[in-house]
């Protein structure tokens, strides 16, 4: 049979899916490798946040003494690759606190999130958490409160600043096999945990470190660190334009610079304040399918900052930053999940700086910017929409990054590869037509195709455990190569591909 050619190049010959038929649009891959995607683009950070949302201590069965497994059922779904432990909990935490029996563990005052930690969820059940939903564990140590006094001691007058002594007797208790402390405690492997982040939203308030005092204590405690376990890979902090000045102080001792990243719409008289967003549909649509342009552009500034550097960019904390209660319920819209779509696509365009990224807070009971929500006192833990993204796309995507080269502007595409296998990952930006395309992969012919679809009302909202709601619809890619992206969707796709054309020209040259 011979091969039908669509214009962009495109081979549908025959074998599981015959011979083509051009449709009015098309969708095209160009299958060649352009950069290495991270893995750690589906990150997630766990922190104690007091009163604020009952977060890791709702997630712990204080009866059972366990993890609920209802949490881990609904992780394990999402399905981190990484969990730092910490956020602005690390500039007044004392590790040690957290070891040992814990009957003889102390409380502490959690200074920013209000109430008392128990301390009951401590190093070793962390990484136990992380063993057990397959993602790698890493912390964000006390980097001297940040500099910030008033998270140097608490009411009471204990001191709760830590120096990089402590830092690395941290790395030396996770990596060192011989750590006898550790050993005590029960752990006789070593958790050989390779990342550590040093400072954490450092920048953000003028009353802390200035970005000379920052890069130099950066680097004493890197060198405290890496004296522990000289095999780590560091994190420092560099936002707030603070990247360039920590580079050129700090950087042969670091791999990545950490920023974070809270948005709107960016477009003006938002709608997604409140309970606003469901007044006028369309609207809220606009303003959500505008909200990844504020990422957009904020990588392209960091790349600017850091040109030249041997370096990787790591957003270990992002999302949307809506006021009204409970962080604003249009989060959890279906909308919401487009949008947030969209937005880890541009994650992935920029995948060849930026190494580590999330776009959720993890778990809680309350905030709807969490991945996890957890009923309580009892229920079962559920994925919100940002969540069943993350999901989705993260087990379906390739190693290595692809372009796309042709694509309806209705659509938003990003496209990856390992091997043979071609993947996609399809936004329908319109929020009631569908759109109907030919796939192809220039110059391959494809053997067979997979869709993985998540499609709902765009008013939808998650608000308690429901299976059977927004879970992934699969289906195979009919022989004509052609596919109808349904409004409001968010889509893998899986392309295997015959590469003898590939292999052929490969060996001509």
């Not at 059922?73 to 969990?83: C, E, H, K």
């Not at 008013?459 to 992934?472: A, C, G």
């Not at 052609?482 to 054309?501: C, G, K, M, T, Y």
Request: charged share 25%; hydrophobic share 40%.
């Amino acid at each position: 049979m011979a091969a039908a050619h669509t214009p962009g190049g495109n081979t549908w010959a025959g074998g599981a899916l015959g011979s083509g038929v051009q449709a009015e649009a098309s969708l095209t891959v160009d299958p060649q490798p352009r950069f290495a995607l991270s893995p750690y683009l589906y990150m997630q950070f766990m922190e104690p946040l007091g009163v604020t949302d009952s977060s890791v201590e709702a997630a712990w069965s204080h009866r059972g003494k366990c993890w609920r497994e209802d949490v881990i059922a609904a992780t394990r779904r999402l399905g981190p690759t990484l969990i730092r432990w910490g956020g602005c909990l690390c500039s007044y935490y004392r590790w040690k606190e957290g070891i040992g029996p814990r009957q003889q563990r102390k409380p502490m005052l959690n200074m920013c999130w209000g109430g008392v930690e128990t301390n009951q969820i401590g190093t070793h059940e962390f990484v136990d958490f992380c063993r057990q939903v397959g993602a790698e564990p890493f912390y964000c140590v006390n980097f001297e409160s940040d500099g910030r006094k008033n998270w140097m001691q608490d009411p009471t007058g204990a001191v709760r600043t830590a120096g990089p002594e402590e830092a690395a007797a941290w790395v030396d208790y996770c990596n060192n096999s011989h750590n006898a402390e550790r050993r005590r405690n029960g752990a006789a492997e070593p958790f050989g945990l390779r990342l550590w982040q040093i400072g954490n939203e450092t920048s953000y308030d003028a009353n802390g470190f200035d970005v000379e005092t920052a890069a130099r204590r950066t680097v004493t405690f890197a060198e405290a660190m890496r004296g522990a376990d000289p095999t780590i890979e560091l994190i420092g902090w560099g936002d707030s334009g603070w990247a360039r000045r920590m580079i050129e102080v700090a950087g042969e001792h670091l791999q990545y610079l950490a920023f974070h990243h809270h948005f709107d719409s960016g477009l003006k008289d938002s709608p997604l304040h409140g309970i606003a967003y469901r007044k006028d549909p369309d609207l809220t649509w606009q303003h959500l399918m505008n909200a990844h342009r504020s990422l957009d552009e904020r990588l392209r500034q960091l790349r600017e900052e850091i040109k030249g550097a041997k370096i990787g960019l790591a957003m270990t904390e992002g999302h949307f930053a809506l006021p009204g209660r409970n962080r604003c319920e249009v989060l959890s819209t279906w909308a919401t999940g487009v949008a947030y779509a969209r937005l880890h696509n541009v994650q992935s365009r920029h995948g060849d700086i930026l190494k580590i990224a999330t776009l959720a807070d993890f778990c809680g009971t309350r905030w709807q910017v969490n991945a996890v929500m957890i009923p309580v006192p009892g229920g079962q833990s559920f994925l919100m929409p940002v969540a069943r993204i993350m999901g989705l796309f993260r087990h379906h995507t390739g190693e290595q990054a692809t372009k796309v080269a042709r694509c309806p502007d209705a659509l938003d595409v990003t496209a990856s590869r390992t091997k043979d296998r071609v993947y996609l990952h399809v936004v329908n930006t319109e929020r009631k037509k569908a759109v109907d395309v030919t796939l192809g992969v220039e110059g391959q012919r494809i053997a067979s195709g997979k869709v993985f679809t998540l499609a709902a009302d765009p008013e939808f909202e998650v608000f308690e455990h429901r299976p059977d709601v927004l879970e992934p619809v699969e289906a195979a890619l009919p022989a004509t190569g052609r596919w109808n992206f349904p409004a409001a969707s968010v889509s893998a796709v899986e392309l295997d591909i015959d590469n003898a054309q590939e292999q052929a020209q490969s060996m001509a040259e």
